[in-house]
């Protein structure tokens, strides 16, 4: 995921809130329980916590350990954090 696909998602997930908030609807995640739409500020406040600690790591391992520090409850950190960070530290390393 590149810069500009980064910011698409964040685009993305803010009109999905901008729509459906008044609306008052369910959000089924992918990966979680039913909720509502402040599900979106969540996963925008991830993403951009996930980037801030990609920079700030030297090992893709310091990132895990410091993402799941600062998210301990959330699910699936083997395989989705995995990928997640194996992406942005090719990507900073262009």
Do not use: C
């Not at 803010?14 to 729509?19: R, S, V, Y």
């Amino acid at each position: 995921v590149d810069a500009d696909a980064v910011n698409n998602w964040e685009d993305t997930l803010k009109d999905l809130k901008a729509k459906y908030a008044p609306l008052k609807v369910a959000v089924y995640p992918g990966h979680g329980k039913p909720t509502d739409t402040g599900v979106f500020d969540t996963d925008l406040h991830y993403i951009r916590d996930l980037l801030s600690i990609v920079k700030e790591s030297k090992t893709q391992e310091e990132a895990k350990a410091a993402m799941i520090n600062k998210y301990p409850a959330w699910e699936n950190t083997d395989f989705l954090l995995a990928q997640s960070l194996k992406n942005q530290f090719a990507l900073s390393k262009k």
